[in-house]
């Protein structure tokens, strides 16, 4: 990053936050170990409070100028949750979730996230909070025409039937995902006119089933040290 665009980060993050009357403070990361905070969200995510967590986290950070990656801090969230406050604040030693974080890490890379927050509707992409109602309104529309069984796409020359969407939400590290009910595989031959994106080439059963998976996901991402 130029020093223009982060001074000018600066500058924006600061106004925009003054505009809806937020208190703001800019943290200082010292050796920062991010296993810390991210591993206790997969640990809070595993007792349903993901979402919590996550809240408590960025509060901590961008308003009180705390310290998320210390093992304290972590473990002074575990009162308002309702959690031990040692399975928190040791969630970075857990073999188990280390492997969980190590998964959900390749899953972003695959969907090509770079900052949070994150949306992913298919092969459509949406970056920043002032993208969101863009983002949900694709989700909209789409969710009103599952409704009649069938619904065509822009640059989609057939109309295929959907399931009811449903919502998972997975542990991530700090990403909570959202996954949309898979669609049948297209007829063969037929063309979505748009590139699988590089999917295919992790897919475990060839191109074809990458992209229709892909097609079929809505997926956001958020994080507490972003």
Do not use: N
Not at 6 to 17: E, S
Not at 78 to 86: I, T
Not at 192 to 217: I, L, M, N, T
């Amino acid at each position: 990053m130029s020093p223009e665009k982060h001074r000018y980060i600066l500058q924006d993050v600061r106004r925009l936050a003054g505009e809806r009357g937020l208190e703001f403070t800019w943290p200082v990361d010292r050796e920062p170990v991010w296993e810390v905070p991210h591993l206790g969200y997969l640990a809070a995510a595993r007792h349903g409070v993901g979402a919590q967590y996550i809240a408590l986290a960025a509060r901590a950070r961008w308003e009180l100028g705390l310290d998320i990656c210390d093992r304290t801090v972590i473990a002074g969230f575990a009162a308002e949750l309702g959690l031990d406050a040692e399975e928190l604040a040791t969630a970075s030693d857990d073999s188990g979730l280390r492997a969980e974080g190590v998964r959900v890490l390749l899953e972003i890379q695959r969907d090509g996230v770079f900052g949070v927050p994150f949306f992913v509707d298919h092969f459509d992409k949406y970056w920043g909070v002032d993208r969101l109602p863009a983002f949900a309104a694709a989700l909209a529309a789409k969710t009103a025409a599952d409704l009649t069984g069938s619904r065509t796409t822009p640059g989609t020359p057939f109309p295929y039937p959907r399931r009811p969407s449903t919502t998972v939400t997975r542990a991530g590290a700090a990403e909570p995902v959202s996954r949309a009910g898979r669609i049948p595989r297209p007829p063969h031959g037929a063309s979505s006119g748009r590139p699988c994106g590089g999917r295919c080439a992790v897919a475990p059963r060839g191109p074809g089933r990458a992209a229709a998976r892909s097609r079929s996901r809505s997926r956001s991402y958020s994080c507490p040290g972003r």
